[in-house]
């Protein structure tokens, strides 16, 4: 089922039963399998999944991004069709969503999003808090489902769950990946075949930086992976960031019982790649 505007998703809700609960997977369209291993866990812990399917222009910090962002309703719509029959797709325009007026809301993240991709995307988090929070407030979801992939976007969303106290349970599912490691994403689909190759290289070196961890500071960790990229002809390492995996803060000194996640941001030609992996 295809829903367009607010006035057909609240339709929709009216008539929801009490006991049936409603999983939401909010995405940006130009779906792949990672999106589809968001919307198989909802699937097997709701009655129904709504995918939310809109891009958002206030997470946008480069119009030339926004611009280029493929938009493939149709084909989003077939893929899904390949799971599952009663998905209900919410397409909403922008003018839906942001009437007149394309604004975005101020969070107090804590801290969360002055690191990584919030250093070198500026507001790109108050974009995403603002367009999830409407999404949740609309959809009025039991469960949302995010992909571990942009995690540093996950605890951004728990954090905003908790400030705004929203009644929803968020739940992050693993990365998806291509057969040589490339963790999915939309941009994959921009890569020359070249480059879709070499940038199994940027999940490999996660592995052994993973390693590498077990005997080695966290500053050492560090200096080899940016001399790995350094030493690659094709892919240019914009940050590496060992990190909390619970408030983000850069590790200083390795310490017994937190749980680290180290984070990538790789440019292969124009297009930026994010990756993480799980430390200890
Ligand atoms: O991860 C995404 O695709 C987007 O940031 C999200 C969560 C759908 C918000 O627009």
Redesign the pocket.
Known sequence: MLLRTKKELESFLSLKKENEDIGLV???GALHQG?LSLVSAALSENKKVVI?I???PT?FNNTEDLRKYPQTLEADIDLLSTISNELVVFAPSTEEIYADEVKTKSYQFHGLDKVMEGEFREDHFN??GT??EM?LRLVKPDSAY??EK?FQ?LQI?RKMVELQQLPVEIIGCPIVREPNGLAMS?RNERLSKTLRKEASFIYETLQNAKEKFGTNSAQEVIKWVQKKFENHQLLNLEYIEITDADTLTPIQKKQKNVKYRAFVAVYADDVRLIDNIALN
């Open positions: 909010p995405t940006m999106h939310s809109f891009v958002n997470q974009g995403v367009i999830v999404l995010f992909g942009d976007q969303i939309s």
